[in-house]
C-alpha cells in the first residue's frame, strides 16, 4: 500500500523556521514529481513547491525566498524547509506524488504560525 507520511508541523511564532519532511513507500520513488501543497480553512489548495525527478524546483511566489524544497531519493523522502515564517503561511501542508500514471496524497501536517 502506498503512503505518503507527512511529519514535522506545529506552532511556531512570526519569523520562526521549520522543517517538513514526506516519507514516502513508492517504488520507483526517484521518478516521480514531488510537490508540497497547502490549504488554509476557507481557502483554495496551492502549490507551494515543486521538484522534478531530475530536480527542476518550482516554487509559489508567495514562498520565494523563503522556502526550499529537497529530495533524499535514498530515503524516498521529501523536504520542504520553511523560514522567515510569517502568518499567513498557516495551513495544513500535504505531500502529493505524480509518476507512473498515479498519483497520491499525504494526509497533511499542520503548520500554525502565530505570536
Known amino acids: 500500500q502506498v503512503q505518503l507520511v507527512e511529519s514535522g508541523g506545529g506552532l511556531v511564532q512570526p519569523g520562526g523556521s521549520l522543517r517538513l519532511s514526506c516519507a514516502a513507500s513508492?517504488?520507483?520513488?526517484?521518478?516521480?514529481?514531488m510537490s508540497w501543497y497547502r490549504q488554509a480553512p476557507g481557502k483554495q489548495r496551492e502549490l507551494v513547491a515543486s521538484?522534478?525527478?531530475?530536480?527542476?524546483?518550482n516554487y509559489a511566489d508567495s514562498v520565494k525566498g523563503r522556502f526550499a524544497v529537497s529530495r533524499d531519493n535514498t530515503k524516498a523522502t521529501v523536504y520542504l524547509q520553511m523560514n522567515s515564517l510569517k502568518v499567513e503561511d498557516t495551513a495544513a501542508y500535504h505531500c502529493?506524488?505524480?509518476?507512473?500514471?498515479?498519483?497520491?496524497w499525504g494526509q497533511g501536517t499542520q503548520v500554525t504560525v502565530s505570536s
Open positions: 513508492l517504488s520507483g520513488f526517484s521518478l516521480y514529481y
Open positions: 502529493n506524488a505524480v509518476g507512473l500514471g498515479r498519483q497520491y
Open positions: 521538484m522534478t525527478s531530475s530536480g527542476g524546483i
